[in-house]
Every structure is written in structure tokens, then in C-alpha cells.
């Protein structure tokens, strides 16, 4: 709806103030007022919400609520509405806790950050939100009251929740198991009403379910769903649009045509998932670990972070969190269907994986402790087999044993600390040491310099990266360019009976040295690339 004042001078030469600050031109505010001083509200109101809605580039992503805060500029007339309050923001809109003055009701205006100066790419996809949630009724949606415009500025009205996010009062205090079931199976009966009329949210997390009074939730902030129909996909942000603690993977991946339904699927597992933990299953420092971990990593079992987790209820949260939609639920209805069943203390339609399944969900969610166990088993078992043939000598035997023994322990427990945040940044370093000083040892007992296993070396550097962390591949150059140096005054110096076995020439070792520098060098260069274009991503609205 459009309200234009009656003088129809008054709309045209405010039509053509408008006109002229979109198209970049200089205005005169003051002669505009002198000619026609009834514009004084319109034009002070324009000017709040521009006060408080960044330009399109300003990063303006944070999404956190100030129910009931006083904002510069407010309160102030709005059409039929007086703004009272912003309540919250995200990368494209902005929501006021507004009274409808013809019914006296408290509503929630969203409107578009850009303000009269939106893209019509932005008024695109802000209209493709309104139109979704616009088509939905359901008594756990937000419902929308009316779309419209006034003076360029595209907003909607909707259903105002009187109460805080599910994400505040995360924040406020874990949730017990009872209420927290509850709430979940009915977001996840709504997010199926949703999807049987074509929509996926794509964006569902904590902050986007709102709860009254009486912990009644409402799904909320329809900015990045997919319409599923031809020709119709708008999202808010790029390619990879959404909350990476919450994505799931083919959603991370940036593979818009393969998310459907079963993305929400995801979305209402990672929020019971931090329902029961307290936390999301992945939330790394940056987007880009995050999103290194949705695509290849498993959470962490809810019962390890928190032992009073029942089983099944672990059992239907790592199934919405299955990295193949084909092995999550089919819909979200059958989520709510376990969740109820658990409430009522039946059998869940869910069945838990097989030894052979659970062996394999260890190995991505423990993948530096199973590589590690891997390798050493590999070595050990050659070793074990030349030990068996009488190739080795039975000193030799002893010494290789129980360094794979103090291998296998100290990686263990290193693993266990990387699961506490206080300990996760130092146990890498340590553990790149204990991985360093283990193989020195494990060379000095072998053939030192001359052993083939010195290949270890560029294998560890290359694998340093898989931590994106520039320091932490030169600190294990360090190492091994100082292990390499050990295993080199080892040859020349205390081992002259490997002289006469292999080759002393020093050309090879400067080589082999040379090669570990620029192993490093493009290990460092592609981790500090990748974490750039993370960080640029990251700041994007």
C-alpha cells in the first residue's frame, strides 16, 4: 500500500526528491520544505531509518535482538504504523517492533537495510520472502498481515512474537531434555508445512525461532528460502547462503540444485544437537573451518558432551545429521514422528547403525586420530612381518614396538584434549611436535638419513595444512628441517658403517631440504589463500 499526502504537488515534488537520491543526485532538503513544509514527518522518518540501515556495502550481518531498547530516530510515523523499536537485522533486512494505528496492535515491520536506495535485485528477493511466508498459515509460522511500500520503501507486516529467540534462551541456560523435545517437534511440524507448499527455509537455526511466554516457538525470517518451483530461487547472500553451523552439506558445498527439503532435515538436527550440548555440531573460529567440518567431519556424539543425553535422542539427532540426505528422514513430519514416540516412550521407527556404520562414522569424526592409527598400524605390521622372517633383529623389534605403542597413547590423548576449547589450539602444536620427535626416533632406531622413510617428512608438512593454519605449517617445517639436521649429524658422525652402504654425497640432502622448504612454501601459500578468500566471504552482507 502507498500513502501519498492529498495535495498531489506535495506526492510529486516528494516523488521527485526521491527519484533524484536514487539516481546519485544532490537535493535540496530545505528549499523542498520551504515549498511544502507538511513533508517534515515524511521526510524525518526517511531519514531515521537510513540512519539506521547501513549502505548496501556496510557489513551488517550481526543478527542479535534488542527487544524493548530505545533507537536513535525512533519512534516515528511509518504509514499506518509508528516504529518503536529495532528488534534485530540481518544481511539484507531490518525489523521494528511497530503499533498498526487503525487496530492498535502490536506488529513486527521488516524492511529492506538498502531502504529507498535498494537494488531491484535486493526488492527481488526481499519480495520473494514476503510472497513465501505470505503463502503459509500455520499455528508455528510467523504469519504476514500485508506487503506493501511507501515512498520506494518495500516492507511487510507480521505477526509480532512477544517473547525472546530459541537462541537467547540457549544463551540464558541449557534446555532439559522434555521441553526441548517438545519444541522441536513442533518446528519440525511446521518446517513440513513449509515444504508441502514448496518452500525450504534453507536458514533455520536458533535465532530464527522465536518462543512466547508460554515457550510456544514460532519459525521466523524467510530471507534465504527457495521457492521449489521452475525458475524460482532467491536467496539473501552468494552462492553458499546460510549460518554454516547449521548448513548442511550439500548446502556448504554451494550445490544450490541439490538442497531441498532434506537441508531443513539437517538444520532441525544441528539445533537439537544444540538443544542438547549447548552448543552447534561445528563452530569453528572462522566460516571456513566451520564449513570444513560440515563437509567432512561428524560431530561429536551429544552423550560425550553431555552424559545425561538419552540414546535415542542421540540416535534421531545424528540422523538428521547424516552427511547423505538419502540417510537422513525422508521429511520433517518423520522427525516429529520419532521425537513424539520418544515423548511417549516407544520404539523409535529409526534403527541405530551397524559395527561396520559405526566404525566408519568414527574414522570422520576422530580423522586425525584414525589416519594416525592407520598409518602406524600399516608400519607396524611390516615391521611385525620382517621381524616374523628374521630380518630384523630382535632389539630392533622391541624399540620400533614400543615407540608405536607411545605413538598410539600420546595420539589418543591428544585427541581427547582437542575436544575442549581451552586445550584444542596448543594440542595441535604438541601434537605436530609428538609427531616430529617420534619419527626422529623412529629413524635414529631404523637407518637414520639413509632410510626410506625420511619420506615421512614432506608427508608430515603437506598434512599440516589440513589445520589452515600458516604458523602451524612452518612450525612443523621447523621441526622436520631440524629432525632432517639430527638424522644428518647421526649419519656423518656416529653411524660411518651407513656411509659405506649408501651414497655420502651431500647434494642429496641439500636436495631433500630444499624440497621440504618448497613443499612448505606452497603448503603455507594455499592455506593463506584459502583463509583469505574465508575471511572475505565471511565480511560479505
Request: with cysteine.
Amino acid at each position: 500500500m502507498d500513502e501519498r499526502p492529498e495535495d498531489g504537488g506535495e506526492f510529486d515534488a516528494l516523488d521527485d526528491y526521491l527519484d533524484r537520491l536514487h539516481a546519485g543526485q544532490s537535493v535540496d532538503r530545505a528549499a523542498l520544505l520551504e515549498e511544502h513544509p507538511s513533508l517534515a514527518s515524511a521526510l524525518d522518518c526517511l531519514e531515521a531509518l537510513d540512519r539506521l540501515a547501513p549502505s548496501p556495502g556496510a557489513a551488517a550481518t550481526a543478527e542479535t535482538t534488542v527487544e524493548g531498547e530505545s533507537v536513535t530516530g525512533l519512534p516515528c510515523d511509518f504509514g499506518p504504523y509508528e516504529l518503536l523499536a529495532e528488534v534485530g537485522r540481518g544481511g539484507m533486512g531490518v525489523v521494528y517492533r511497530a503499533r498498526q494505528k487503525s487496530l492498535d496492535r502490536t506488529v513486527a515491520i521488516k524492511m529492506i537495510l538498502a531502504g529507498r536506495l535498494a537494488s531491484p535485485e535486493h526488492v527481488r528477493r526481499f519480495l520473494i520472502e514476503a510472497k513465501a511466508a505470505a503463502r503459509l498459515s500455520h499455528p508455528h509460522i510467523v504469519r504476514i498481515h500485508e506487503v506493501g511500500q511507501i515512498h520506494g520503501q518495500h516492507y511487510f507486516a507480521m505477526e509480532h512474537v512477544e517473547g525472546v529467540s530459541l537462541a537467547q534462551r540457549l544463551a540464558a541456560g541449557q534446555l532439559d531434555v522434555d521441553p526441548a523435545v517438545r519444541i522441536l517437534a513442533k518446528v519440525s511440524r511446521a518446517v513440513a508445512h513449509l515444504h508441502r507448499h514448496g518452500i525450504v527455509h534453507r536458514d533455520l537455526k536458533p535465532s530464527n525461532i522465536l518462543l512466547d511466554g508460554d515457550d510456544e516457538p514460532y519459525v521466523t525470517d524467510f530471507g534465504l528460502a527457495k521457492v521449489l518451483t521452475p525458475g524460482s530461487d532467491g536467496t539473501a547472500t552468494g552462492v553458499i547462503a546460510g549460518t554454516p553451523s547449521y548448513m548442511a552439506p550439500e548446502q556448504a558445498s554451494g550445490r544450490g540444485d541439490a538442497i531441498g527439503p532434506a537441508a531443513d532435515v539437517y538444520a532441525l538436527g544441528a539445533i537439537l544437537y544444540e538443544m542438547l550440548t549447548g552448543r552447534p555440531p561445528f563452530a569453528e573460529e572462522n566460516a571456513l573451518d566451520t564449513l570444513m567440518q560440515v563437509l567432512s567431519r561428524e560431530p561429536s556424539l551429544p552423550r560425550q558432551l553431555n552424559p545425561r543425553v538419552p540414546r535415542g535422542l542421540e540416535l534421531i539427532c545424528l540422523t538428521c545429521l547424516a552427511k547423505s540426505p538419502s540417510d537422513r528422514y525422508s521429511s520433517a513430519d518423520e522427525v516429529a514422528d520419532d521425537l513424539e514416540r520418544f515423548c511417549r516412550g516407544e520404539a523409535l521407527a529409526v534403527k541405530p547403525p551397524n559395527p561396520v556404520e559405526r566404525l566408519w562414522s568414527w574414522t570422520r569424526r576422530e580423522p586425525a586420530l584414525a589416519s594416525r592409527l592407520a598409518a602406524l598400524a600399516v608400519f607396524y605390521l611390516v615391521e611385525l612381518l620382517n621381524y616374523s622372517l628374521d630380518t630384523v633383529p630382535a632389539w630392533f623389534h622391541t624399540e620400533i614396538t614400543l615407540l608405536t605403542a607411545a605413538w598410539v597413547i600420546s595420539s589418543i590423548a591428544l585427541q581427547q584434549c582437542l575436544k575442549f576449547q581451552r586445550w584444542s589450539f596448543p594440542a595441535r602444536f604438541l601434537w605436530g611436535a609428538l609427531d616430529s620427535c617420534l619419527m626422529l626416533a623412529v629413524l635414529l632406531v631404523a637407518d637414520g638419513a639413509a632410510s626410506p622413510l625420511v619420506v615421512g617428512y614432506p608427508l608430515l608438512i603437506v598434512a599440516s595444512g589440513l589445520w589452515f593454519r600458516v604458523r602451524f605449517v612452518w612450525f612443523m617445517t621447523a621441526l622436520c628441517m631440524a629432525g632432517y639436521g639430527v638424522l644428518l649429524v647421526d649419519f656423518y658422525h656416529r653411524r660411518p658403517d651407513l656411509q659405506q652402504r649408501f651414497d655420502p654425497a651431500w647434494d642429496r640432502h641439500v636436495v631433500f631440504l630444499v624440497a621440504m622448504l618448497v613443499t612448505a612454501g606452497v603448503t603455507a601459500y594455499l592455506v593463506d589463500r584459502v583463509r583469505s578468500l574465508s575471511s572475505y566471504f565471511g565480511q560479505r552482507p
